[in-house]
């Protein structure tokens, strides 16, 4: 099976000896690929790189992608020097020495760091074309391990989709082999019918023929198991392919409901409109898993 669930997780981990870019990947099932992307300050400019990773293994879901890094970084450290305004106090406290007639101190280097933004700290970006290969390994670490996580759950969704497939598919067969049985008993019933009205007149075979076929046209359900039998074989095939088949999967089981709702309007019987209610719940179940299914 080569399906794909859209729920998975993974992380990722890479380093310079210095720090570490760490990666983790979030899927949940959506209709269509929403992608959202959370980096360091500085990082923006990797978006585009990761947007593309991941829309190269993801075709539908939630995709939530969340780089860190953490570890030294004393080389990317910078103190700034504000001289404007280490001027503008040094001026300021020379002027007030002079007008409050104090004894000149002199105003030292020191002294004028002692005061608020005159120093600051500032902490430089990665190069990013430094740095862009250990972002790379994480991120594909990550989405490496999320997709294996994605393919294993799809191997069992697709397990347990076949298993209910085949039930289905004795279902229909059961369903098919009491149409002959209920005809002849719907006959027999209609003879039993015609006769009590007729008062004990003998109906004419050839009336009582055309009753009976009326009957059987409106009671046929032959279309819709064929085209059950054909939408079961067509199912099958979806779970074996390759890529996104979780909307194909989808669109099917419509057909599947749509053919369901007619066999049972057409066959008005109890065991069978049993056997109907059970198909369509069936049909619910396997619903709810597609909508896991890429």
């Known amino acids: 099976m080569a399906i ?14 210095v720090r570490v870019w760490s990666a983790e990947v979030r899927c949940v099932n959506n209709r269509f690929l929403d992608l959202k992307i959370k980096v360091p300050r500085g990082y923006s400019a990797l978006e585009e790189s990761i947007r593309g990773k991941v829309a190269a293994v993801c075709q539908r879901g939630r995709v939530e992608v969340a780089l860190a ?4 970084f004393a080389a990317l450290q910078e103190v700034k020097v504000n001289l404007t305004l280490a001027s503008a106090y040094g001026q300021a406290l020379r002027r007030l020495g002079a007008e ?13 760091a002692s ?36 393919l294993q759950e799809g191997e069992n969704l697709a397990k347990d989709l076949l298993a209910r497939l085949q039930g289905f598919a004795r279902t ?6 009491t149409i002959p049985q209920l005809l002849e008993t719907r006959r027999a019933a209609l003879s039993e019918r015609l006769e009590k009205l007729l008062g004990g007149m003998q109906l004419e075979p050839q009336r009582l023929a055309q009753e009976v076929a009326i009957l059987a046209d409106k009671t046929d359900v032959t279309e819709e198991v064929v085209r059950l039998r054909c939408h079961i074989q067509q199912f099958t095939l979806f779970l074996g392919e390759e890529g996104g088949v979780g909307r194909k999967l989808d ?15 057409k066959i008005n019987d109890a065991a069978i409109a049993h056997l109907t209610v059970d198909l369509k719940s069936e049909l619910e ?5 597609v909508q896991n299914i890429e």
């Open 4 to 17: 794909k669930s859209m729920t998975g997780f993974g992380r990722g981990e890479s380093s310079n000896g």
């Open 69 to 72: 890094v953490n570890g030294d």
């Open 100 to 112: 409050l007639n104090l004894d000149p101190s002199p105003v030292t280097a020191t002294l004028l």
């Open 115 to 150: 005061y608020p933004e005159v120093l600051s700290r500032e902490q430089r970006d990665d190069d990013l074309q430094a740095i862009n290969s250990y972002v790379d390994q994480a991120i594909d670490q990550a989405l490496l391990a999320c997709d294996a996580m994605r």
């Open 172 to 177: 229909i067969d059961s369903i098919s082999d």
């Open 251 to 265: 669109y099917l089981l419509q057909e599947f409901l749509r053919e369901v709702n007619t066999l049972a309007s």
């Open 285 to 289: 179940k396997m619903r709810e898993q």
